[in-house]
T-cell receptor, first 113, second 113 residues
Framework: SAVISQKPSRDICQRGTSLTIQCQVDSQVTMMFWYRQQPGQSLTLIAT?????????ESGFVIDKFPISRPNLTFSTLTVSNMSPEDSSIYLC??????????FGPGTRLTVL | GESVGLHLPTLSVQEGDNSIINCAYS??????FIWYKQESGKGPQFIIDIRSNMDKRQGQRVTVLLNKTVKHLSLQIAATQPGDSAVYFC????????????FGGGTRLMVKP
């Protein structure tokens, strides 16, 4: 399985600011995904990060709020823009296919004050 | 670390006993299922998966059972150990759903020594 790291591991941010989360994989992967896990809840897919093209967003998530970059096959970033307390969550990247095993990074724990 | 799933249903078992964690799904088109384990402060960890052409699959100390008739999935853990204490999520995918993994609500397993 791939080794996935995320930066930062946690952060406390002020309302109205933006935070960029990095996801690094130790091998080239085709599929990378970003999930949100709100407090006490399960995981919800935000978007699929596509290499060389725009990310594919799921219903309820938009590019202006969650811009994603995928410059190569081992790296992706997710930005949480213009944050509010409702954005306080764990943000997770994963790799693999939905028709195959998906492996998750350790997550970034975001608190917005 | 921060706790995940503060308001999740909880299963409490004695160390050494067998654990059964259940998951119901609603989409009859779902044909691929995964169980994940999430320890406090970590990302979800793959445990075992099963495709709809099977009704049982075994791993090391774990068994997944799939009942497509009633749309029910279960994870059985044999000889439960303190290290099994975590939140367990089931996830499902359908062939026409692209990359979306739909996660269930999760169950917290607590192992009493």
């Amino acid at each position: 399985s791939a080794v996935i790291s995320q930066k930062p591991s946690r952060d406390i941010c002020q309302r109205g600011t933006s935070l960029t989360i990095q996801c690094q994989v130790d091998s080239q992967v085709t599929m990378m995904f970003w999930y949100r896990q709100q407090p006490g809840q399960s995981l919800t897919l935000i978007a699929t990060a596509n290499q060389g093209s725009e990310a594919t967003y799921e219903s309820g998530f938009v590019i202006d709020k969650f811009p994603i970059s995928r410059p190569n096959l081992t790296f992706s970033t997710l930005t949480v823009s213009n944050m509010s307390p409702e954005d306080s969550s764990i943000y997770l990247c994963s790799v693999g296919g939905a028709r195959d095993t998906q492996y998750f990074g350790p997550g970034t724990r975001l608190t917005v004050l | 670390g921060e706790s995940v799933g503060l308001h999740l249903p909880t299963l409490s078992v004695q160390e050494g006993d067998n654990s059964i964690i259940n998951c119901a799904y609603s989409n009859s088109a779902s044909d691929y299922f995964i169980w994940y384990k999430q320890e406090s402060g970590k990302g979800p960890q793959f445990i075992i998966d099963i495709r709809s052409n099977m009704d049982k699959r075994q791993g090391q100390r774990v068994t997944v059972l799939l009942n497509k008739t009633v749309k029910h999935l279960s994870l059985q853990i044999a000889a439960t150990q303190p290290g099994d204490s975590a939140v367990y999520f089931c996830a499902e995918n359908q062939e026409n759903a692209g990359n979306m993994l739909t996660f269930g609500g999760g169950t917290r397993l607590m192992v009493k020594p």
